[in-house]
Structures are given as structure tokens and as C-alpha cells.
């Protein structure tokens, strides 16, 4: 939400020094083209003393060039900081000619102020209006195709990405997750090695999350085809049992003897592996409760 705020704050203000741009240009139009105006009655006597006060304190029409460079200032920073969607029939030898025409007719139509009053003032109104035209066409093309303009980053992801690990370091304990990451404008392939599982591994993260698919579940792999036992407390029955026997009974082969997968549900008894601890014919004792905690070493699944 925040950051749709900032977005709309940001076109705001682009659309602000846009209009002043604009304004730039017509307050010029009306300071060296004054006669056109006067002629058609189209002065205000309210806009006069405004810019004559801009004059004096100023001296901002003291050349032509002046209010020229501003409104240009001010058009740039509004089509850099917009974004717009991007097209691929625009090129960069269009954008140049755009640039090239706006700058000969927004700058360098002074002279025409030195012909005749009604020509010379018509056609430097027509070459300047032409000319902020292509100069702002020629803004909102650049900035649809350059790469880091100002609005693509406003969540500030680049600065806050780092390099991280691109080697695989591979041992007969390791466990290895791949990962992708952005760095520097780009999408990279790495890895995230636990090379000594033995210190612990602790996985957090909230509900949904992804913990189990990205983590848990690759550990058991992993550990299945490196010949590990394993001791899995499946809380959401039967999601990990069901990956780790399957994938046992893919990979028994990594195992010097041959592993074998016992449950114990005590949610359900049913769902259990279970014998009589009291008859010396069967391989295990039953699997009570109270057994199980007083032989907690029978909990092994394999």
C-alpha cells in the first residue's frame, strides 16, 4: 500500500514539473512575442506586471535563451521520472531525430523574430511549439527504453541484493539447495551448502511458507541417497512418510544393509508397526506409549 503511495506522489510531481514546463514556454511566448498578443487583444494587464516583476528581480527574459534552457530542464526530469510502457517498434535513431528537430526548432528559431512582425512572430510560435512537441516525444521514447530509469527500482530491490554463493561444495554429508537469486540487473543460479549437517540445521519460517518443499524435503533425499538413517517426526501425516519411503525404496542401493521403514502413529495405533515384546519369536516388543519412552532408541524409522 505503501508503495502504491509513493508511486502516485512520484507521478504527481512529474506532472507538476511538466505543467511548469509548459508554463515556462508560454510565459515566453508572451514576453518576446508581446505585439502578436496585443494585436488580438489577447494580454492580461495582471500577467504583464507578473513577469515584468520577473524581469526586474530576475532578469529572466534578458535572453531568449534563459526560460528556453528551464522549460527544458523541467521536461527532461518529467519524462525521465515517468514510466511508461515500454515499445519495441521505438529505436534509438527515432528518439535522435526527434531530439535533432526539437533542438533546432525550440533553440535555434530565434532569427525568425527578426522578419517581418506577423510572419516572423507566427512562425517562431509554430517552431517553437513544434519543437517542445518532438523534444517531449523524444523524452517519453528515451525513457521507455532506458534500463534504470527512476521508477523502476522504487522498492529499492538492487541495492538491497548482494552476491551470494554460485559454487557447489559438494561432499558425502552435504546437503546442497539451490537457489536463484538478483544481483546487478540479473538472475543468477546458486546454491546453499550445509557442508557439515552433523552442527545442526534449524528451518523457520511461517505456516505456508515453504519450509518442508524447500528444505526439509530435499534434506530427506539427499540423506536417503548418502545412506543416512533417519528418525522423521511427521506432524502432518503422511506428507514426509510417504516422500521418505518412496524415495527409499529408489535409492536402498546407497545403503551397506539394507534399510528397513517402520511407522509409529500413536494418533492412530492402526497405522502402526507394532509385535509382542513378550514372545521371543517376533523381532520387536510392542509399541506402547510407555515403552517407547522408557526405550526411546526404538523410535528410529530406519
Given at each position: 500500500?505503501?508503495?502504491?503511495d509513493?508511486?502516485?506522489g512520484?507521478?504527481?510531481?512529474?506532472?507538476?514539473m511538466?505543467?511548469?514546463?509548459?508554463?515556462?514556454?508560454?510565459?515566453?511566448?508572451?514576453?518576446?512575442?508581446?505585439?502578436f498578443?496585443?494585436?488580438?487583444e489577447?494580454?492580461?494587464?495582471?500577467?504583464?506586471?507578473?513577469?515584468?516583476?520577473?524581469?526586474?528581480?530576475?532578469?529572466?527574459?534578458?535572453?531568449?535563451?534563459?526560460?528556453?534552457?528551464?522549460?527544458?530542464?523541467?521536461?527532461?526530469?518529467?519524462?525521465?521520472?515517468?514510466?511508461?510502457?515500454k515499445?519495441?517498434?521505438?529505436?534509438?535513431?527515432?528518439?535522435?531525430?526527434?531530439?535533432?528537430?526539437g533542438?533546432?526548432?525550440?533553440?535555434?528559431?530565434?532569427?525568425?523574430?527578426?522578419?517581418?512582425p506577423q510572419?516572423?512572430?507566427?512562425?517562431?510560435?509554430?517552431?517553437?511549439?513544434?519543437g517542445?512537441i518532438?523534444?517531449?516525444?523524444?523524452g517519453?521514447?528515451?525513457?521507455?527504453?532506458?534500463k534504470?530509469?527512476?521508477?523502476?527500482?522504487?522498492?529499492?530491490?538492487?541495492?538491497?541484493s548482494?552476491?551470494?554463493?554460485?559454487?557447489?561444495?559438494?561432499?558425502?554429508y552435504?546437503?546442497?539447495?539451490?537457489?536463484?537469486?538478483?544481483?546487478?540487473?540479473?538472475w543468477?543460479?546458486?546454491?546453499?551448502?550445509?557442508?557439515?549437517?552433523?552442527?545442526?540445521?534449524?528451518?523457520?519460517g511461517?505456516?505456508?511458507?515453504?519450509?518442508?518443499?524447500?528444505?526439509?524435503?530435499?534434506?530427506?533425499?539427499q540423506?536417503?541417497?548418502?545412506?543416512?538413517?533417519?528418525y522423521?517426526?511427521?506432524?502432518?501425516?503422511d506428507?514426509?512418510s510417504t516422500?521418505?519411503?518412496?524415495?527409499?525404496?529408489?535409492?536402498?542401493?546407497?545403503?551397506?544393509?539394507k534399510?528397513?521403514?517402520?511407522?509409529?502413529?500413536?494418533?492412530?495405533?492402526?497405522?502402526?508397526?507394532?509385535?509382542?515384546?513378550y514372545?521371543?519369536?517376533?523381532?520387536?516388543?510392542?509399541?506402547?506409549?510407555?515403552?517407547?519412552?522408557?526405550?526411546?532408541m526404538?523410535?528410529?524409522?530406519?
Amino acid at each position: 500500500m505503501q508503495g502504491e503511495d509513493d508511486l502516485r506522489g512520484l507521478a504527481k510531481i512529474m506532472a507538476f514539473m511538466r505543467a511548469v514546463s509548459i508554463v515556462l514556454v508560454l510565459m515566453h511566448l508572451y514576453w518576446f512575442c508581446y505585439g502578436f498578443f496585443l494585436e488580438r487583444e489577447w494580454t492580461l494587464e495582471v500577467i504583464s506586471k507578473i513577469l515584468s516583476n520577473f524581469q526586474r528581480t530576475a532578469g529572466l527574459f534578458s535572453h531568449t535563451l534563459y526560460t528556453k534552457i528551464f522549460a527544458l530542464v523541467l521536461l527532461a526530469l518529467s519524462c525521465l521520472g515517468t514510466k511508461g510502457v515500454k515499445n519495441d517498434k521505438i529505436t534509438w535513431s527515432q528518439i535522435y531525430t526527434a531530439l535533432g528537430i526539437g533542438f533546432v526548432l525550440f533553440f535555434l528559431n530565434t532569427p525568425l523574430l527578426k522578419l517581418s512582425p506577423q510572419l516572423g512572430t507566427f512562425l517562431y510560435i509554430l517552431t517553437i511549439s513544434l519543437g517542445f512537441i518532438a523534444l517531449m516525444m523524444a523524452g517519453v521514447w528515451m525513457s521507455r527504453l532506458l534500463k534504470n530509469n527512476l521508477m523502476d527500482d522504487v522498492f529499492n530491490s538492487e541495492n538491497e541484493s548482494f552476491q551470494q554463493e554460485t559454487k557447489l561444495l559438494y561432499n558425502e554429508y552435504s546437503v546442497n539447495l539451490s537457489t536463484k537469486f538478483y544481483y546487478q540487473g540479473e538472475w543468477h543460479q546458486g546454491w546453499i551448502n550445509v557442508v557439515n549437517p552433523f552442527r545442526a540445521t534449524i528451518v523457520l519460517g511461517t505456516p505456508g511458507s515453504g519450509k518442508s518443499y524447500a528444505v526439509v524435503n530435499n534434506y530427506i533425499r539427499q540423506h536417503i541417497e548418502k545412506g543416512f538413517s533417519m528418525y522423521i517426526y511427521d506432524f502432518k501425516f503422511d506428507d514426509l512418510s510417504t516422500i521418505a519411503y518412496n524415495h527409499l525404496l529408489n535409492h536402498s542401493d546407497g545403503y551397506t544393509i539394507k534399510p528397513k521403514f517402520y511407522i509409529i502413529n500413536f494418533d492412530d495405533p492402526r497405522k502402526s508397526h507394532r509385535c509382542n515384546r513378550y514372545r521371543a519369536d517376533q523381532e520387536m516388543p510392542v509399541l506402547n506409549k510407555e515403552f517407547v519412552f522408557q526405550n526411546p532408541m526404538l523410535l528410529a524409522v530406519f
